[in-house]
Each structure stands twice: as structure tokens, then as C-alpha cells.
Nanobody
Framework: QVQLVESGGGSVQAGGSLRLSCAAS????????MAWFRQAPGKERELVAA????????RDADSVKGRFTISRNNAKNTVDLQMNSLKPEDTAVYYC?????????????????WGQGTQVTVSA
């Protein structure tokens, strides 16, 4: 049974930082592209950042470039999202996702497994 378990969400003031972590089990972690998506109330789920199977390449949403960094540890089956200079518009539920494709996909519909989500709230 595949499980993706997120942790590290919370409330922070604008300009602050949070680090999200996702622990994966039940899958061969290094075979999967890993990603963080987010969904704000009334909005569609959107890709925040994704990382290739080896970690050699990443893809970030324009809205988070220079502020967020995705990383993975294939020995520990974890993927992290370091979020700096947070803004109120970053407020959302953040989801960890896994995709068996070779290339980094941006559409949430192409991802195979999802975590339960963790809330991030940024106040002005």
C-alpha cells in the first residue's frame, strides 16, 4: 500500500519560512518523479515544484521561483519543500504527489499517488 505523508505545515507571517516534508512508503521511491501541488479555496490544484527521479532537474512555478526549493533523498524516501519569503497568496493546502513517468509532468491528473495534504497559512 502506497502512502505519502506530509508534515511541516502551519501558520506563519509574511516573509517567514516553512519546510514541508513528505515521507513515502510502499513504492520504489527512486522510480518516481515527486512534486508538491497546492490548492487554495475556490481555485484549481496547481503545481508548485517537481523534481526528477534522480534529483538532477527540478521545475518550479513562476510564482515561487527564487523563494521555494524542492529536494529529495532517495535513501530516506523523502521529498522536501523549503519555502522562504512566504506571501499571503501562498496560503493553501499543500499536497505531495508521485508520478511514474520519466519526465516531469505539470498536470495533477497525471500523478499516480497523493498525500492527504497539509495546510499552510500566511498572514499579512
Amino acid at each position: 500500500q502506497v502512502q505519502l505523508v506530509e508534515s511541516g505545515g502551519g501558520s506563519v507571517q509574511a516573509g517567514g519560512s516553512l519546510r514541508l516534508s513528505c515521507a513515502a512508503s510502499g513504492l520504489t521511491f527512486s522510480y518516481y518523479v515527486m512534486a508538491w501541488f497546492r490548492q487554495a479555496p475556490g481555485k484549481e490544484r496547481e503545481l508548485v515544484a517537481a523534481i526528477s527521479r534522480t534529483g538532477a532537474s527540478t521545475r518550479d512555478a513562476d510564482s515561487v521561483k527564487g523563494r521555494f526549493t524542492i529536494s529529495r533523498n532517495n535513501a530516506k524516501n523523502t521529498v522536501d519543500l523549503q519555502m522562504n519569503s512566504l506571501k499571503p497568496e501562498d496560503t493553501a493546502v499543500y499536497y505531495c504527489a508521485a508520478d511514474l513517468h520519466v519526465i516531469i509532468e505539470t498536470s495533477p491528473g497525471l500523478y499516480d499517488y497523493w498525500g492527504q495534504g497539509t495546510q499552510v497559512t500566511v498572514s499579512a
